[in-house]
């Protein structure tokens, strides 16, 4: 037999004096309250290190970010009586409470970026009404939508998998389901119970931490060594104004530009430069790499300029084929840029015939003046008609799949769990989603509440386990957030007294058992 009786919780950790006091005394402004810095308490009186700087704002492009997703608590049940005149025996009229509110997560076309989660990470739907007299149940509460760019791969914190991919505009994917509420007293009515005096509280809503990664979705990725003029061409093909200077990493986030030409229109997007070892974490490329998975196309940079052009494109070309293999059966045009220097003129009629043997189309032009730019579009033009149509589909998964196909509902699964010992500390732990939710929902408030949960334990087997594996008289039982202490007594009236013991305010039956 379980007993009731909490334990109270030991929470880790050390109390911390405050970083700042107030004051009465004589400030800059003449009495009043002045704050005066304090140190942290330290053992060995060490200060503090500095704290170090953070990286400028035109450099912090937020293509992930982390957040917190919380659903909706449902609302708790009520327990009342119908009470009317001339109305005999009006019986239970407990209404039930509101479901809590849904997180969704939809994509919206007008951002660009996850700068939206800069300052807030954490996202709570709001929960249900508590039911009421008369049977009036709760009111259900109003998703929440949290709106992010098309491209966004939502995955797992803990175990990264894809939970969700958003690519078109409107897509939307419930992440963290609402509570069901509480049943009231009403809902408990039977044949052998006719006045129920018990009720659920609501069901905690559904809470995890989750990755999101942006991945852009452009038809042509334009890639390259750095000051090779990829921004310059961007400028030139629309109407974006990305950064332009005469030194290297000019571009520290990506890029969009729409190219309107013959009636038609091309998505261009401009990564930042990549170095040799990008796929490493070297520079700026492992962290905008990303973006150019989704491209159809690929428009190669090279500085016609430089030491070694044909160096420059093998040593890109190979990063982009460590970094994903995938890039190796994208068709790819390669721009030879800078036409307008003498130097690059004369490494075009040296390299010509080399960059011509990688079998790809290659172009020299020159975004600085213009020149053979309308034929590399046009080219990529070409290939697009060529590619067949590309239907980017969104991964979008069942309701049910986040936080399990019962979670919300009223089904659950009772004879699932495991037992943990723990015998140095005589406490045993059960783990079990069914049994945990049960707990949650309990009302302890209520007698009938505690006869509920025993009858639970002894239906599901968890009893009879527990017996077997040689649990004792005071031995600690953990399920979810509840500590009990066990007891084998059966009877009814020891378990009203360990209640009593517990319960500050009990409510339902003043006295057990009734007087015959």
């Not at 609402?178 to 009231?184: E, V």
């Not at 609501?202 to 452009?218: C, I, N, P």
Request: include cysteine; glycine fraction near 12%.
């Amino acid at each position: 037999m379980a007993v009731l009786c909490r334990l109270p919780r030991v929470m880790g950790g050390s109390l911390m004096r405050p970083t700042s006091t107030w004051q009465y005394g004589i400030g800059p402004r003449g009495k009043g309250r002045v704050r005066v810095a304090s140190a942290r308490a330290s053992s060995e009186g060490e200060e503090a290190a500095p704290r170090g700087r953070s990286m400028p704002a035109e450099m912090r492009y937020f293509d992930t970010a982390k957040i917190l997703v919380r659903g909706g608590d449902g609302g708790n049940g009520c327990v009342a009586f119908r009470r009317e005149k001339f109305v005999a025996h009006g019986g239970p009229a407990g209404g039930s409470g509101g479901r809590g509110g849904h997180v969704w997560i939809v994509a919206d076309r007008s951002l660009n970026s996850l700068r939206t989660f800069r300052k807030q990470i954490h996202f709570r739907a709001k929960p249900g009404g508590h039911g009421q007299g008369s049977k009036c149940e709760g009111r259900a509460a109003n998703d929440l939508h949290v709106k992010v760019p098309p491209g966004t791969v939502v995955k797992d914190a803990d175990t990264m998998e894809v939970l969700a991919e958003l690519v078109k505009d409107g897509d939307r994917a419930v992440l963290a389901k609402g509570g069901r509420g509480g049943r009231g007293n009403a809902s408990f009515k039977s044949s052998k119970n006719k006045t129920p005096q018990l009720a659920e509280k609501g069901e905690a809503g559904q809470e995890l931490w989750l990755e999101l990664e942006l991945k852009l979705v452009a038809d042509v990725g334009i890639v390259g060594c750095p000051n090779a003029g990829k921004s310059t061409l961007l400028s030139v093909v629309s109407n974006a104004k990305p950064k332009i200077a005469n030194y290297p990493f000019t571009t520290l986030t990506p890029n969009l530009g729409v190219c309107e030409q013959d009636f038609e229109s091309v998505v261009f997007a401009d990564v930042p430069g990549l170095l040799e070892g990008a796929h490493d974490g070297v520079g700026l490329g492992k962290e905008f790499l990303r973006h150019c998975e989704r491209c159809r196309i690929l428009l190669h940079m090279v500085d016609g300029s430089s030491k070694d052009p044909l160096g420059d494109y093998d040593a890109i070309v190979n990063e982009l084929c460590l970094f994903s293999p995938r890039f190796m059966s994208k068709p790819t045009v390669i721009g030879f840029n800078k036409m307008d220097l003498p130097k690059a003129r004369e490494n075009w009629e040296r390299l010509k015939e080399e960059f011509e043997k990688t079998g790809r189309p290659v172009y020299p032009l020159s975004t600085a003046t213009g020149e053979g730019v309308v034929h590399v579009v046009r080219k990529v033009r070409e290939i697009m008609r060529e590619l067949p149509e590309e239907d980017l589909q969104s991964i979008i998964p069942p309701t049910g799949k986040l936080g399990g196909s019962n979670y919300g509902q009223g089904k659950q699964d009772y004879e699932s769990f495991v037992i943990e010992e723990m015998l140095h500390e005589r406490t045993w732990i059960v783990h079990g989603e069914g049994l945990e939710r049960f707990v949650q929902m309990t009302n302890w408030q209520y007698f009938e509440s505690v006869k509920r949960f025993q009858k639970v334990l002894d239906v599901s087997g968890l009893t009879q386990q527990l017996r077997k594996r040689g649990i004792k008289n005071g031995d600690t039982v953990i399920i979810g957030d509840l500590d009990f202490e066990w007891d084998d007594d059966f009877s009814l009236a020891h378990m009203y007294e360990k209640w009593l013991e517990t319960e500050r305010k009990p409510l339902g039956s003043s006295r057990w058992p009734h007087p015959v």
